[in-house]
């Protein structure tokens, strides 16, 4: 006879990996539990396994956050999961209701605990309801690969990630901090012609990325220009950057502070903070006539004072 739970069993064995509570969901609650306790590092702190395993959800196996739900025999799952078993409970198939589990919250807000890049240097704790928060902006969690060309999904330091850069993406590596690139298209009236580049530099003891690409701007192409920094967002605040791209007696200047690549590409790139390029003006600079883009673009980076 086939069982009826197999829709439980199946979810028990395979969780469905979702995404825990935004950061902004949990600050209203991080500021009224634990009032008096300090955001910046503690000593370090043993908790003891088995009570976080009575914070981890049963289906997604991530974290719970309030409101946290139990069924009439006590059994435990996040908010997120509820509706997914169909609020019937996944370790007794008893329904759920809406019963809460004050009990727990509350040994959830007496928790104090390690942020989990420990390993990578944080030697921080926080309180339960305030690490999530922490964990967004810990200047030690890895960063993204800022290859543009494909959704790479590799995370790693900064090191590891220039090396993944140069074997993995075959990307352009310089050592200075001045630049000189000659930019040819063919057909640049259409857009996936138009691909775009990464070269990253090495200069001051940093590295970073310069990127030039073209996307769509209403009917016509746009080319860009930007550099970003590869380090947290204080660090790239020390440097600043000018890009140069003109002929036939015409020039465009363009100056900034290189963005973080905290900041993902396509936000810097949608912001428009870089050497923006009309199609028209970009087609005048590469003269002849007009059907390849030929753009020379110059610049350099320095240290501020």
Not at 182 to 202: D, G, I, Q
Not at 242 to 252: D, F, H, I, P
Request: aromatic content about 10%; glycine content about 6%; overall charge neutral.
């Amino acid at each position: 006879m086939t069982s009826g739970n197999n829709y439980f069993d199946d979810m028990r064995v395979k969780p469905e990996v979702v995404d825990p509570p935004k950061v902004d969901d949990l600050m209203e609650i991080s500021e009224n539990v634990n009032e008096h306790a300090q955001h910046t590092p503690k000593p370090n702190l043993t908790v003891a396994s088995s009570v976080r395993e009575l914070l981890e959800c049963p289906v997604c196996l991530s974290a719970m956050y309030p409101p946290i739900h139990q069924c009439s025999n006590g059994h435990t799952i996040c908010s997120v999961c509820k509706p997914r078993v169909h609020n019937r409970c996944p370790t007794c198939r008893h329904e759920l209701g809406n019963i809460r589990c004050l009990a727990l919250e509350k040994v959830a807000a007496s928790l104090e605990l390690p942020c989990k890049y420990h390993t990578l240097g944080c030697s921080g704790i926080y309180p339960y309801y305030c690490k999530l928060k922490h964990e967004s902006q810990c200047t030690f969690r890895p960063y993204n690969c800022p290859y543009a060309g494909s959704e790479c999904t590799v995370v790693g330091d900064i090191p590891f990630l220039v090396n993944h850069l140069k074997d993995d993406h075959k990307v352009d590596m310089h050592n200075g901090s001045t630049f000189n690139h000659r930019y040819v298209k063919s057909n640049p009236h259409e857009v996936e012609n138009a691909t775009w580049m990464l070269t990253v530099f090495s200069c001051f003891g940093q590295y970073f990325c310069l990127h030039f690409e073209a996307f769509q701007l209403g009917m016509a192409p746009v080319y860009i220009a930007f550099l970003r920094f590869m380090g947290d967002d204080t660090e790239a605040k020390n440097y600043s950057y000018s890009l140069e791209v003109g002929a036939n007696g015409r020039k465009m200047i363009w100056q900034g502070v290189p963005r973080s690549i905290r900041d993902g590409h396509r936000k810097v790139r949608d912001s428009y903070d870089g050497l923006v390029i009309q199609r028209n003006m970009a087609l005048f600079f590469s003269g002849g006539d007009r059907k390849e883009l030929k753009l020379r673009v110059t610049g350099r980076i320095w240290k501020e004072q």
